[in-house]
């Protein structure tokens, strides 16, 4: 006979398992799970444990009681997708989310909280060992740290992404690179480059908040272009705001946006260029998802249509490998004199050792093996906390379909306030990005961003499950 | 009898030490040296070995034969001490000294350009060794870089600059220190904070270009406010600018300001700080320097005197312990939220690693030994490179007496030109920053910064003498 402690091993298996089903979907929402004693009988265990077991996943908040008896598969939300938005506000908006971002940038930095607010990643899906151990090496073996970096920063990094950039279908110069503190500075410098306060930039929407911080510190105007959840930016109500209004650059991330997680066709990209090129408007193009896509592909960036030089495009390993390093780069095209002015003004040069460290791991071959495992991770995770989500949240919620990268947009019915969500979520230790963070207009009142860049822990699962049970609350 | 080789070792001793005399002053310029007899009586060498050794002298340009015998100390400038300016233009300038700074940028990463352009310091005066190792050490030892700092910084580094904010006859909190990407991202991220586009914010003249540039870059005018080369900015015409024109910032560097080395005395600190209180203007104070009194002691911040929390205190290691470090910090007073936010929006964080070895490189306590040894190196490069310049540099020259730092100001005869200058040595591989990069308003035509960051070797030698022969060339 079984000890105590195998009986309970026995029943968490067993209700592991049919999770596990309910995630992959072979039990559907509101499916009939097995009865006791059929799950008893296949499973070769006792009625109890097969009843301590559905116990358990109903305390998760997996299954549910059915109204005649029975156990099912709890159904809240059905899979909605995001409904794109048509209407286009093509006059400028002062921005103003800064305040906003403040309680998501200090969860953040809190190990007591879900994180599921900032774009983190857990430290286990990166190389870090790998990375300090290749840093430690260099710094031992070099007075490095003595000077400033060149005004493009290190040669031996813009050298391995010269040669990166060939697995972007691009081939570009180690010399056109301008390594900057992650992909921030990057789009900070760009902004500056090409634009002078007043003017209005045209984004997405919903776009990454710390993007709209960017111009409202700038003194720009953002003018939204409503984004497909799956296809990105509309081009046709980006070619109307270019009618309407002047606008003096773009700033677009057509591979998998933060945060609808949208990849926009090569196609699109082709026309976006041309499009902006023809009302002279440079692209200031985000590329820092690129790598991330789920089914494994490269898709290549927007720069790859560009002849004139017009697009700035803007990456980083924040993403990838280690966010803490802070190694980002831009290739500013025509606007490499003014970008490296800039750069001097703003921080002078990165620190130089932590760019020598992710040039090496480039260079090592590594990079490709780990990033193609970081994004099965992805594809994966992202996944179960979606499934969790269609579990959990009320009826009528919309839920994006990510092709890369790790943020879920999802949009709950009308009566549901983010920002009390967010500051209720709060009190229960779970960091959520409200949705109006997403947008200069302040739209979006109804919908939130969850970062999965974590495991779909049991803890992020009972998050979820928590999140869900407070937006209900708000409908009554 | 001695070898050759003894022989050339002797006469090259000898000269050595007679220039060493001759820096230290105990012979004068224009004196005249032992005649060759005598040399090699008191030296027990041969005439031909002090004759040689007087030949070595010679030329290196140190020593000249008169017009009727002998050899002299060469003398073409005599010791004129700057002349403080007192004309105040208190109509806000535009600023565009951006594209001359490329030139001194660009030859900062040249090894072969004798390096007294940017204000870089010997890789043999830093502790680049024991602060990689320890670096290389918390890499090993941990996973740091796998996310973002929290807003203000890693807490191991701010509580390190809080207990150093003792000796600066401070006491600052660890929560009122932002960290940044070296000072210049501080004072970049300050401008920000305090004002709009199109303010005038009064500085130095001359003041650093990184300053000005920062200015230009962010749409601000600069009022340039004439400072003594020995007391630093004239408050007598602050107070006249504030009368006479709105100004929304101060910027100033009261500790060992670059280019002049000057130190603003304690009662003057205290009443920069009540005139700009008085008319409700931040002091954002660069304290870089501020380490580096040739004296050995550590004067106190402007912020020592601030009551109000108006005045931004920038400080970095870039100038006594690794520039390519990129650790810097602001302690921003009452604009915290709004410092936090922009650093967020600019570089979200800085690279981790970096600032935990800082930190380490403070709690060991070896910092403070080392800044007394860096202090005592330039107290004595700084004379040496002074001694040349007075040695070589067309009579009616003026040069700087600073206190502190390692910047050299020359003030050259009218008839010298900056630019000229500084094209015509950079064609013999030698870098200079040259006047007009340290005014908003184009002034110091005739003026040049040298750097004395790197000891006063024998081609620094040469290099101040080519320098003295280009500006008498253009003299005619």
Redesign the interface.
Known sequence: MPSKKQLELLYLRTADEIAQLIHNRTFRAGERLPSLRRLAAERKISIATALAAYAKLESDGLIEIGAKSGHFVRRQCDQLPIRPRQRLHAAPSRVSV?SG??AV??A??DRAVVPLG?A??A?EY?P??A???S???L??A??????????RGPVALRQQLAKRSLRWQLSIDEDQFVTT??A??AI?LSL?AVT??GDAVAVESPAYF?LL??I??L?LRAVEIPAHAERGMDLDLLQRALRATPIRACVASPNFMNPLGALMSDEDKQRLVALLTRHDVPLIEDDVYGELAHDGSRPMPAKAFDRHGTVLLCGSV?KTL??????GWVVPGRYQ?KV???K???????????QLAVAEYFESGRYDRHVRKLRSNFARGVQRFRDAVVLSFPRGTRISTPRGGFALWVEMPRGVDAYTLQADALRHQIAIAPGPLFSARRGFRNCIRISCGYPFSPRASAAITRLGELAAAQLG
Request: hydrophobic share 35%.
């Open positions: 800064s971002i403040i940038i200090a953040m930095s900032g983190l990643i430290p990166l870090l060992r990375l300090n151990r840093l430690a090496g710094a031992r070099s007075l490095c740290g003595a000077t400033y970096d060149g005004p503190v992650g921030m500075e900070h500056s002078r306060p710390g911080q960017a409202e510190h003194g924040s280690a966010p803490g390093y802070r190694v004199d490296e002015s800039l001097f003004s703003h921080t002078v040069g990165n620190a130089t050792l932590p």
